[in-house]
């Protein structure tokens, strides 16, 4: 099992930055892949960006360059810097791991970007 628990969402005008944080019950070493999702109302749910146990990152189109997945295995923590934020970024953001074949999720912030 692993619980996820995010932090960090608000209101924020654009232009501006938010850094969202995914707590992990377990040590992230041992988590295969985790990474941020967004899902925007009448939108499904969408990839931003994942890391795996590795490092190796990867971003969607619309937010490469702009917002950057990090990880720091001591605190088990999974870190989404977001920079330059435009109103299409609002969203309620989940944290995901995979582990063992399995898909946790964390219940999710809301990030607001007003115009």
């Known amino acids: 099992q692993v619980q996820l628990v995010e932090s960090g969402g608000g209101l924020v005008q654009a232009g501006g930055s938010l850094r969202l944080s995914c707590a992990a019950s377990?040590?992230?070493?041992?988590?295969?892949?985790m990474g941020w999702y967004r899902q925007a109302p009448g939108k499904q749910r969408e990839l931003v960006a994942r890391?795996?146990?590795?490092?190796?990152?990867n971003y969607a189109d619309s937010v490469k360059g702009r917002f950057t997945i990090s990880k720091d295995n001591n605190k088990n923590t999974v870190i989404l810097q977001m920079n330059s934020l435009k109103p299409d970024d609002t969203a309620v953001y989940y944290c995901?791991?995979?582990?063992?074949?399995?898909?946790?999720w964390g219940q999710g912030t809301q990030v607001t970007v007003s115009s």
């Open positions: 890391i795996t146990s590795g490092g190796s990152t």
């Open positions: 377990r040590n992230i070493l041992s988590i295969n892949n």
């Open positions: 995901n791991a995979l582990r063992l074949g399995v898909w946790y």
